[in-house]
């Protein structure tokens, strides 16, 4: 039985969020774009003209429909290709490895923020009694969610669970987490997802993924597994386009009670 096809009375049993741009503002994409323009601007200038890169060019929008979701080489080298930088299988390397240093080096400086809304979500699907994983492509994960205090939110936001305990990190909510690891297939292929799902120990077709790019959705998809996509840039119809269970701007948007019944939707 397909994720489309389950008997929309019975309640989800998990919930898999990708990481960057669902639960945190995370600093690659300017790592992206920022990499790859110092090495236009420095050792790669020479072949410069021969590209289609600009420094305007590298947009929210491409780095949402080409690099997001992908494993650190594989967007590397959608990048380069994306760009037509010349020999790009000879250059993903130096470019990857450059990104992975300046990325490390704006967490490490805190220069990422966790989405308030994202945090309401997660709060209040685990509250439903739904499991919860973390799948990423993103080796950096762990270093972001270790440094959100689920409980500082809470508090500061008059949240009360009494699941959270003192200096709970958004790390350690989680039921399951399979970021960073070294799949065969990355997305849009589902094998992330179908992992998580048989961590927490529920069938795919009981979970539900958010996800904000497109090849997350296809994922979700690929596996059986009702998609919600979130649009926080300029993407809603290409989200749409891959027909998700539901599409929004903001968490806040989604139809709680109804989730609890096993629907994705909006509120009212």
């Given amino acids: 039985m397909s994720a489309g096809e389950r008997d929309q009375r019975e309640g989800f049993s998990g919930a898999i969020f990708?990481?960057?741009?669902?639960?945190?503002?995370?600093?690659?994409?300017?790592?992206?774009?920022?990499?790859?323009?110092?090495?236009?601007?420095?050792?790669?200038?020479?072949?410069?003209?021969?590209?289609?890169?600009?420094?305007?060019?590298?947009?929210?929008?491409?780095?949402q429909g080409v690099v997001s979701g992908k494993p650190r080489?594989?967007?590397a080298l959608a990048a380069?290709?994306?760009?037509?930088?010349?020999?790009?299988?000879?250059?993903?390397e130096p470019y990857?490895?450059?990104?992975?240093?300046?990325?490390?080096?704006?967490?490490?400086?805190?220069?990422?923020?966790?989405?308030?809304?994202?945090?309401?979500?997660?709060?209040?699907?685990?509250?439903s009694g739904v499991e919860v994983a973390a799948a990423s492509s993103s080796k950096n994960a762990g270093l972001f969610l270790e440094r959100i205090r689920l409980d500082e939110f809470a508090s500061e936001n008059g949240l009360v669970y009494d699941f959270l305990s003192p200096?709970?990190?958004?790390?350690?909510?989680?039921?399951?987490?399979?970021?960073?690891?070294?799949f065969a297939q990355g997305k849009p292929d589902p094998e992330m997802f179908v992992t998580a799902a048989g961590e927490l120990g529920h069938p795919p077709q009981e979970c539900f993924v958010i996800e904000d790019a497109v090849a997350g959705v296809q994922a979700a998809k690929a596996g059986e597994m009702f998609a919600l996509g979130l649009a926080r840039a300029d993407d809603y119809d290409a989200l749409a386009a891959e027909h998700p269970a539901l599409v929004v701007t903001t968490l806040d948007d989604v139809d709680l009670e109804a989730l609890r019944e096993g629907r994705l939707t909006k509120r009212g």
């Fill in 18 to 63: 990708d990481v960057d741009g669902v639960l945190v503002d995370s600093p690659h994409e300017r790592a992206w774009r920022e990499t790859l323009q110092e090495l236009m601007e420095g050792p790669w200038s020479d072949v410069r003209d021969q590209t289609a890169w600009s420094p305007e060019a590298f947009t929210p929008q491409v780095y």
């Fill in 73 to 75: 080489m594989s967007g």
């Fill in 80 to 92: 380069l290709e994306h760009f037509e930088v010349p020999d790009a299988q000879e250059r993903v």
């Fill in 96 to 127: 990857a490895e450059r990104k992975q240093s300046m990325v490390v080096e704006l967490i490490e400086a805190g220069e990422f923020t966790a989405y308030p809304d994202a945090l309401r979500f997660i709060l209040a699907v685990k509250a």
């Fill in 167 to 182: 200096g709970q990190t958004l790390l350690d909510f989680f039921d399951a987490d399979v970021s960073g690891r070294d």
